[in-house]
């Protein structure tokens, strides 16, 4: 098996391709080792002692390295744990799969909720948001999670390696901010949220 890496936008950040599904549906984001404890690749991953965050997506697993960490170092590590969880076929999350796990959103990220009357505007950011955005995104190591709809803001969320990226907000103010007003009028201004 070989795995191969790409950088990204965030210096701190590798995108690893196992060649493979990471996850079948959806993503997934550790920010914590506490959070890690849901997938024993993550937790590895963690235990390494020089990894701040791990994110699942579709076809590749990004890592994001502690500060002061060299990738020169880290990238073996990474390498080896991820051909040993592939190997393996191990899963991906006690249990065996992610079905059973829910993980309630921290207070700080629920949903802002959409202003009343806009369910066709917001079937119009999601949209543009599903096919334009997140296949970009991901492309980067990342993912973006809609939040919400108020007063002609767009209120989103970086995950993976967007999430801390120097350039993420470049990117939510210049490029998916210029997108979405040019298909949608009614938005005004993109935030992060």
């Known amino acids: 098996m070989f795995i191969e890496t790409e950088t990204t936008p965030n210096p701190s950040t590798l995108k690893f391709l196992p060649g493979q599904q990471v996850m079948p549906s959806g993503t997934r984001d550790f920010a914590t080792p506490e959070e890690a404890e849901a997938s024993p690749l993550a937790q590895a991953l963690f235990d390494t002692g020089e990894v701040t965050g791990v994110f699942f997506g579709s076809d590749f697993v990004s890592v994001t390295a502690a500060p002061g960490v060299a990738w020169a170092d880290l990238k073996p590590q990474v390498v080896a744990v991820l051909l040993d969880h592939f190997v393996s076929q191990a899963p991906l999350f006690t249990g065996g799969d992610a079905s059973g796990i829910s993980v309630p959103p921290e207070a700080d990220e629920a949903d802002l909720g959409d202003d009343e009357g806009t369910e066709d505007i917001v079937a119009q950011i999601k949209e543009l948001i599903e096919t334009r955005v997140r296949p970009a995104v991901a492309n980067d190591g990342g993912d973006i999670r809609y939040?919400?709809?108020?007063?002609?803001?767009?209120?989103?969320?970086?995950?993976?390696?967007?999430?801390?990226?120097?350039?993420?907000?470049?990117?939510?103010?210049?490029?998916?901010?210029?997108?979405?007003?040019h298909y949608v009028p009614e938005v005004q201004e993109v935030r992060a949220a």
Do not use: N
Not at 154 to 175: D, E, F, I, N, W
């Open 147 to 181: 939040r919400g709809f108020r007063s002609g803001v767009v209120y989103l969320a970086m995950q993976g390696a967007c999430s801390g990226c120097p350039s993420s907000t470049a990117t939510l103010k210049h490029g998916i901010e210029g997108l979405l007003k």
